[in-house]
């Protein structure tokens, strides 16, 4: 009797604590103090309360403490578009980033690659080149509006193209 309650007992609370959450992910601030302005594209946003913050970077990663974490969801496209795929494997990452998104070569390409951004309107809002025998190029985009983002990726004679789906929440 007394085995048979501890075992129905341990079973309702093992069932019991998966029914609960301790902690849901997302975006919301609680914080005593702060506010947002807005002038000539520029947004600032600031609370009070967060005395240190501390923003560590690796090779493949960023990490970064705070509130304000601006979010980019990056997705490979795949196109109706006769034209082949870049060979080399491309990695856009850190998914979700702050405010640059690196575009890095698993391998050195021999030729100029031209990586450019464009907007739900169809305006490109950069045009940058990753020289030849390069393998990395850090896109600043930290100055964008959210919205949604199409980066084209296409060799310097313009027959290889790989496209990326860039949500900026």
């Not at 870049?86 to 998914?95: A, C, D, R």
Request: hydrophobic fraction near 40%.
């Amino acid at each position: 009797m007394i085995h048979t309650l501890k075992l129905s007992t341990a079973l309702f609370c093992i069932g019991g604590s998966l029914a609960c959450y301790s902690q849901e992910k997302g975006q919301s601030i609680i914080s005593s103090a702060g506010d947002v302005s807005k002038a000539a594209g520029i947004i600032l946003e600031w609370t009070v309360g967060e005395p240190v913050i501390e923003t560590v970077s690796t090779s493949l990663a960023l990490y970064t403490q705070g509130f304000h974490q601006p979010i980019l969801q990056v997705q490979k496209l795949t196109t109706g578009k006769v034209m082949t795929s870049l060979q080399n494997k491309i990695l856009v990452y850190p998914n979700p980033a702050t405010s640059v998104i690196n575009v890095q070569l698993e391998n050195t390409s021999s030729s100029e690659l031209i990586i450019s951004l464009t907007d739900q309107a169809g305006k490109q809002v950069s045009n940058d080149r990753l020289p030849a025998h390069s393998s990395l190029l850090r896109l600043n985009v930290g100055r964008l509006s959210s919205g949604v983002y199409i980066l084209c990726i296409t060799d310097a004679r313009g027959s290889a193209q790989n496209d990326y789906k860039i949500i900026k929440l």
